[in-house]
């Protein structure tokens, strides 16, 4: 269900211009996701409706962190870092408040564990609902390897 959620986000924005690279996006996902799992390096929450279908999800992948000075200069954090991965809500349940609800599940868990941040990278229809969670657009560039510059 994750790596569906995941081919379908990565499909909504644009992103998967055919079925094939979708195919292999879902596989790739599985195979990265069970180790992850196993782990305790990936955390999720799914959203079901009574009938038993999953609706929507939410998760983080927690990544490794060199030592760093926390948000606000008071102590250096040596924790992992949590970064919002997919986040999806089946179309016909969306504007109704699940992915809101995932993400306060998950803000309360990170409010749990010794981490001072969660990160998350906003596509422009989730980015709205970010903010409204208390998200703050930080100073993140990305530079493509491709590029040739």
Do not use: C
């Amino acid at each position: 269900m994750i790596a569906h959620h995941r081919v379908e986000m990565f499909r909504d924005m644009g992103e998967l211009p055919n079925d094939a690279l979708a195919e292999e996006l879902r596989t790739a996902t599985r195979a990265a996701l069970v180790p992850r799992l196993a782990a305790g390096a990936y955390v999720g929450w799914l959203a079901v409706v009574p009938a038993g279908r999953v609706i929507a999800g939410a998760g983080v992948d927690i990544k490794p962190q060199l030592p760093r000075v926390a948000l606000g200069g008071t102590r250096i954090v040596t924790g992992a870092v949590p970064l919002v991965v997919n986040v999806y809500t089946e179309p016909e349940y969306r504007r109704q408040g699940v992915a809101r609800a995932l993400m306060r599940a998950l803000m309360e868990w990170a409010r749990t564990t010794a981490t001072d941040r969660v990160v998350l990278h906003a596509s422009s229809a989730g980015r709205a609902l970010y903010e409204s969670l208390g998200f703050v657009a930080t100073n993140e560039m990305l530079w493509r390897t491709d590029s040739g510059g």
